[in-house]
């Protein structure tokens, strides 16, 4: 069992003045920091994906970083390099290992909310 994180500063903070923005094409990615976790909101545009919008940031051929997160709305679709193929939609929790590509499914952008990876995503 997973060594619980204890919490000793009590703060509030919107991602809507968010202390770190990042945008590459067609991704926005609003960063807080509070006690000792970063937390992310990633906003990825109808027509994402990973390895046309922030492949040519961090320059690897498919994602390096671990995910964990919600899905507040839209579809993503994530593929693993091992072919391994999953859509997260809406009101869903994730786990992603590093390798893979994903885009937005559908007609609508896809926001989650991000635990593990905001501080170092889409940053080169």
Known sequence: ???PVTVTKF??????SPDELRTPNKTRVE???LDGVT???FNFETGWRW???VKPVVKTDHCQVSHVGYAVSGRLTVRM???????????????????HDAWVEGNEPY??????????????
């Open 1 to 3: 069992m997973a060594t």
């Open 11 to 16: 703060q509030v903070k919107s991602h809507n």
């Open 31 to 33: 960063v807080v920091q």
């Open 39 to 41: 937390m992310g909101r």
């Open 51 to 53: 390895s046309e919008c």
């Open 81 to 99: 390099t091992d072919g391994t193929e999953k859509t997260i939609a809406a009101g869903e929790s994730y786990t992603i290992p590093p390798g």
């Open 111 to 124: 926001v989650g909310i991000e635990v593990m990876s905001a501080d170092v995503y889409a940053k080169p």
